[in-house]
Every structure is written in C-alpha cells, then in structure tokens.
C-alpha cells in the first residue's frame, strides 16, 4: 500500500507541474526514514509479559541482583561445564516468538563464545505464558519429560526451531525423532507428571522480579527482553548487548 499511495502522489504532483526532482528527493528521503525505523526496531529489545504485570525492565539494566544462585539456578537443565564460574539462567516460553528470536541469534554466540569454552554454563527454566499462549504449559512439560530421559536440550532446541508447529502430537512424534522411549514419553506428558514443576518455575521467576520472556540473569543480573548480543543503539545512546554483560560480570567475578 505505501508503493502504491507514492506512486499516486508523484503522478498527482507531475501532472500538476511539480518539480520531478523534488518528488525523487523526497521519495529518497521517505525510505531512508522507513529504513532507519525498522533497524532501530530491529535493534530494540523485546519480550513479552505476564498478563497484568509491568512491561520489561531496561536492558541490561541490574535490578536488584539475585545473591543466592542455588536458589535461582534451582535443578533445572544445565548446558556447559558445571564448573564455569559464570552462571546464566534463562526463563523462557517454548511459544515466545521474542525467546525464539534470542535462542536463534544472541543465544548461539553465547552458547559459541562462552558456554562451549567453559567460561560460562547456561540453565533453562519455564516461564509458560498461558494467558496468551496455548502450547507454553504442555510444550514445558514435553522438554521435562525429554529431559527424564537425558534429551533436553536436543527437544528444547528442537521446539524453538519449529515454534510454529507445537501441538500435543508433534510432541510425540519428535521424541520418536530422537529415540525416545515413546512409551515413558506420553505417559509422562500425559499424565502431567511435570505440571507442577512447570509451575513452581513460573512462580520462581516472578519471586525473582521476573514479568516477561525472555529474562536473563547473568550471575545473578537481571537482562530482559531478546537483546542482541554486541552492544545496540536505544534513543540517543547505545545499550549494552549481552556480550558486554557477560564481560562486565566476568570482570566482577575476578574483583
């Protein structure tokens, strides 16, 4: 509709005896406008929240830093060397388009860059967002029966690649595509065997300040919304992405 509404004003304009030149320039001008607005969209963290809850912190922003990372970290999966001296725990909604645009971008330059050569291990856990996504519950309740059978993060990646697709059959179905005792499988999704723990998840992350996903806590920091992972424009100056984060927490943990 925007081609098609430029094209009728400059053929209004010419006809009138307007300056073609003027009509260009202007057309110029009007692209780079909606140009700079999507990459500064592009750029802008975002998440989503907890029906009734306050919108996302600021970015990379420490709110009241969680101290006890027992506490945070809880049993939940954990995904590099235990022995990293960096913890990470994500909260995250297997439906969230937001948490799957950070699991396919930010997340594998950290899972690259940190996890992979043990300065940091990262941990997942269950932030459903119910109210405005029908799959969060069961789709956190399929990856706890995955991980019953040590295939977490193989289902975990396996759901935010197919985000679009999340159905109680295709849960099934996937554990048949990675070997999967399917029998112990559907039991334990049918039964709601993990239910309750899903929910102690959700509830965790709100004691922790947590209203939206993705949130992240970087040795106990609180990083809200699906930031890139180098530092980004926001306004009239630049917000640190979560490489700068991770670095600046590295940095801490030497003091």
Known sequence: MEEDILTSNSASKNESGGNPNMVIAGSILLAGIII?????????????TVAGKKGLAASGKAIDPVKDMNLLADDDPVLGSPDAKLTIVEFGDFQCPFCQRFFQTTEQQVIENYIKTGKAKLIYRDFPLSSIHAEAQKSAEASECADEQGKFWAYHDLLYNRQDKLSLNNYKKWATELSLDT??????????????????DLQSGQS???TGTPATFVNGRLVTGAIPYEDYPQGNEMMPGFKTIIEEELENIKK
Do not use: H
Request: aromatic share 12%; with cysteine.
């Open 36 to 48: 700079a607005g999507a990459i500064i969209f592009i750029n802008k963290p975002q998440g989503e």
């Open 183 to 200: 029998n112990k499988f559907n039991n334990c999704l049918d039964s709601g065997k993990y239910a309750t723990e899903v929910g102690k």
């Open 208 to 210: 922790f300040g947590v």
